[in-house]
């Protein structure tokens, strides 16, 4: 099916999409991808990485459309694969560090590594940016459900039923997970500011 004009609506979007339609897909991008870099964005505080992470999830949605049954809002199911690539991303960059100073620890690599994460959330104030780097690094340890809700709720402002739609979860499960979220990132910045008192 070859449409010449804008898409109506979502289920016609998924229609020409399923069917390969290009100019769909140009308008699905046009229509999602600054919601999806800012998603990104609060995972991954570089406009560079979010970027990547942007274009990756958009080339899944593309190849992974024909599956999409319509159980929850496209917009929904988007949100799921830019939250999926962003924490496939940490991971990915966590494991590559942990390689390096393996490397490191027995002689395979020279060079000086670099363990502190590039901060560059466009967001961010300069006076603000060493605060604002200390609580992302808190939110990344987070379990990994704990920091979706968190991420989606309090930095992307989406309500706790659609984090929840996003996350398939209940409407009580969100509202345990970001009160334990907020407990343990009390935690650990209460341990940041205390060990930054004693320096």
């Keep these: 099916m070859q449409i010449q004009t804008a898409v109506i609506n979502d289920q ?3 229609s020409a999409l399923q069917q390969g339609c290009q100019i769909a897909f140009k308008q699905l991008v046009d229509a999602y991808q600054e919601r999806v870099i800012n998603t990104c964005l609060g995972f991954v505080p570089n406009m560079q990485d979010a970027e990547d992470i942007c274009q990756e999830a958009f080339i899944e949605i593309y190849r992974s459309i024909y599956k999409f049954r319509g159980d929850a809002k496209l917009s929904t199911w988007i949100y799921r694969v830019a939250v999926t690539k962003s924490l496939d991303h940490l991971k990915a960059k966590k494991r590559k560090k942990r390689i390096s100073f393996l490397q490191s620890l027995v002689g395979e690599d020279n060079k000086p590594i670099d363990v502190k994460d590039e901060f560059n959330h466009p967001g961010v104030t300069l006076e603000n940016k060493e605060r604002t780097k200390v609580l992302f690094a808190a939110i990344n340890q ?8 968190y991420t989606l709720n309090k930095i992307e402002g989406m ?8 996350l398939n979860l209940t409407l009580s499960s969100i509202e345990s997970l970001l009160f334990r979220a ?18």
């Excluded at 987070?142 to 809700?149: F, G, K």
């Excluded at 407990?183 to 650990?188: A, M, T």
């Design 142 to 149: 987070l379990p990994d459900n704990q920091r979706v809700a």
């Design 159 to 166: 309500p706790y039923k659609e984090v929840g739609a996003v």
């Design 182 to 199: 907020k407990k343990n990132l009390q935690k650990s910045l209460r341990a940041y500011y205390e060990r930054e008192m004693l320096n």
């Design 12 to 14: 016609q979007l998924i």
